[in-house]
T-cell receptor, first 106, second 114 residues
């Protein structure tokens, strides 16, 4: 079992829709969770971090964490074509999933 | 603040040769991480430093890989006797734990082993 698992996608949504990205992790003792965005040919950049169960909102982005289910998600509201990228889930700083490729169609 | 820099940006080498990459973190950042990323995969953790101390090294990392951060500033990653399977993007990141958890990534060094 991989430490961090994500649906590889690709995920395609129309402009203005909500994009939902999911991630599960195997280490029940994990304490910190991160979502990164990586544009093609570029390095990852942090979008959000979350540490406690529940929701955390930042602009159009909402991270959701459920430690009992070992599940973390990222919602992107009012998706824009500029959101088209690969979204990486990371656990405990250094354990990354394979990423989900998102395409937002105009 | 110029961000994390990595040199060289591209490296082509022949199988069996040794290569060394350099990472200059954001100044004052105490943590420095090395990752390897191949196409379609997320960054794979290799090792990290807290100041000059190497605190963790991936079990997946063979003895051909070694990293140093001698004065707690820049770091080098050396791969000895390169193999074709070592071809990847090597990413460096730095952070300022515990005050901030954001990792700032450099542009990476793309290694091609022929």
């Amino acid at each position: 079992q991989k430490e961090v698992e994500q649906n590889s996608g690709p995920l395609s949504v129309p402009e203005g829709a909500i994009a939902s990205l999911n991630c599960t992790y195997s280490d029940r003792g994990s304490q910190s969770f991160f979502w990164y965005r990586q544009y093609s040919g570029k390095s990852p950049e942090l979008i959000m971090s979350i540490y406690s169960n529940g929701d955390k909102e930042d602009g159009r982005f909402t991270a959701q964490l459920n430690k009992a289910s070992q599940y973390v998600s990222l919602l992107i509201r009012d998706s824009q074509p500029s959101d088209s990228a690969t979204y990486l889930c990371a656990v405990n700083d250094m354990r990354f999933g394979a990423g989900t490729r998102l395409t937002v169609k105009p | 603040d110029t961000g994390v820099s990595q040199n060289p940006r591209h490296k082509i080498t022949k199988r069996g040769q040794n290569v060394t990459f350099r990472c200059d973190p954001i100044s004052e950042h105490n943590r420095l991480y090395w990752y390897r990323q191949t196409l379609g995969q997320g960054p794979e953790f290799l090792t990290y430093f807290q100041n000059e101390a190497q605190l963790e090294k991936s079990r997946l990392l063979s003895d051909r890989f070694s990293a140093e951060r001698p004065k707690g500033s820049f770091s080098t990653l050396e791969i000895q006797r390169t193999e074709q399977g070592d071809s990847a993007m090597y990413l460096c990141a730095s952070s300022s734990r515990p005050t901030e958890d954001t990792q700032y990534f450099g542009p990476g060094t793309r290694l091609t082993v022929l």
